[in-house]
């Protein structure tokens, strides 16, 4: 990794009038993790929301996608921090949300000498990424509390995201003993998935949903067969029920992470959804 001052970019380009700095957030145990920072160069300070990989929690890294998302989105007046996470096997849940945390905190510290919106914050993320992007928008606490947290993102949108892990790893006696461990036992270290485990109740959006948990855009293609539909649709109707704000979007005739994610109107979308919820430049 190049060297830098501390708080300096790493690396700087500029791409079609969006600027592209590249920063070290967090170093876990040793371990660099970068942030790519899509910037528009429009005037004021734009909202900014995170953007979270997929990948099955193994593989992946902030570029990916780039062009399509992250750069696609800054065109539209919002700024996008793309960061790298620490993956499977190396590293077990809750580590990977821990260093999306890691990132939220860094955004809102920096905000002023990155002339951004801090003040609201998003979390935008697809398949595992997206299971990632909606842990970090349940709200801290009870609803009792009423804390407010820099680690909670105020609005999200998942695509094609994982969020019941008990339901999506369920097998029968037969699979259990011929198929290798699922992605999701891998991400929490198990063999077999034990849904009275509370690592299982942790790492399953749809089991933490609170009152006062950020607005919720969820978008999922209706012939996925790698995380069903029913799972954005499930955590839909859980945050209905919590008194949420949640839109549910299923795109026809499309995949997992389907090039129908990046069509214009999909992307407008989660523009106008995010400068809804975070506000627009100041």
């Given at each position: 990794?190049?060297?830098?001052?501390?708080?300096?970019?790493?690396?700087?380009?500029?791409?079609?009038?969006?600027?592209?700095?590249?920063?070290?957030?967090?170093?876990?145990?040793?371990?660099?993790?970068?942030?790519?920072?899509?910037?528009?160069?429009?005037?004021?300070?734009?909202?900014?929301?995170?953007?979270?990989?997929?990948?099955?929690?193994?593989?992946g890294g902030r570029a990916d996608h780039a062009e399509h998302r992250a750069l696609a989105l800054a065109r539209r007046g919002i700024a996008v921090a793309s960061l790298d996470y620490r993956l499977v096997p190396v590293a077990r849940f809750p580590a990977q949300l821990e260093d999306a945390r890691a990132a939220l905190r860094w955004i809102r510290e920096r905000g002023d000498d990155l002339a951004l919106r801090v003040d609201r914050v998003g979390a935008w993320g697809a398949s595992a990424g997206g299971h990632l992007a909606?842990?970090?928008?349940?709200?801290?606490?009870?609803?009792?509390?009423?804390?407010?947290?820099?680690?909670?993102?105020?609005?999200?949108?998942?695509?094609?995201?994982?969020?019941?892990?008990?339901?999506?790893?369920?097998?029968?006696?037969?699979?259990?003993?011929?198929?290798?461990?699922?992605?999701?036992?891998?991400?929490?270290?198990?063999?077999?998935?034990?849904?009275?485990?509370?690592?299982?109740?942790?790492?399953?959006?749809?089991?933490?949903?609170?009152?006062?948990?950020?607005?919720?855009?969820?978008?999922?293609?209706?012939?996925?067969?790698?995380?069903?539909?029913?799972?954005?649709?499930?955590?839909?109707?859980?945050?209905?029920?919590?008194?949420?704000?949640?839109?549910?979007?299923?795109?026809?005739?499309?995949?997992?992470?389907?090039?129908?994610?990046?069509?214009?109107?999909?992307?407008?979308?989660?523009?106008?959804?995010?400068?809804?919820?975070?506000?627009?430049?100041?």
């Amino acid at each position: 990794m190049a060297a830098a001052r501390a708080g300096e970019p790493v690396s700087r380009s500029v791409r079609d009038g969006v600027t592209v700095s590249t920063f070290e957030y967090a170093a876990p145990g040793g371990q660099h993790l970068l942030l790519d920072l899509y910037r528009p160069e429009t005037a004021g300070h734009p909202a900014v929301t995170l953007y979270l990989h997929g990948g099955g929690w193994a593989s992946g890294g902030r570029a990916d996608h780039a062009e399509h998302r992250a750069l696609a989105l800054a065109r539209r007046g919002i700024a996008v921090a793309s960061l790298d996470y620490r993956l499977v096997p190396v590293a077990r849940f809750p580590a990977q949300l821990e260093d999306a945390r890691a990132a939220l905190r860094w955004i809102r510290e920096r905000g002023d000498d990155l002339a951004l919106r801090v003040d609201r914050v998003g979390a935008w993320g697809a398949s595992a990424g997206g299971h990632l992007a909606a842990l970090l928008g349940m709200a801290p606490g009870t609803p009792r509390e009423g804390r407010t947290s820099p680690e909670h993102a105020d609005a999200v949108v998942a695509w094609a995201a994982p969020t019941d892990i008990a339901a999506l790893a369920r097998r029968s006696e037969l699979e259990t003993r011929v198929l290798p461990p699922s992605r999701e036992a891998a991400l929490l270290g198990m063999t077999e998935i034990d849904g009275a485990d509370p690592r299982v109740r942790e790492a399953s959006p749809c089991r933490m949903v609170r009152v006062g948990s950020a607005p919720f855009l969820l978008v999922h293609g209706d012939r996925d067969r790698l995380i069903p539909p029913e799972q954005s649709a499930g955590l839909h109707r859980d945050l209905v029920a919590h008194g949420v704000e949640s839109t549910l979007v299923l795109l026809g005739d499309a995949g997992h992470e389907d090039e129908a994610f990046h069509r214009p109107f999909v992307l407008d979308m989660v523009a106008a959804f995010l400068t809804t919820a975070l506000g627009a430049p100041r």
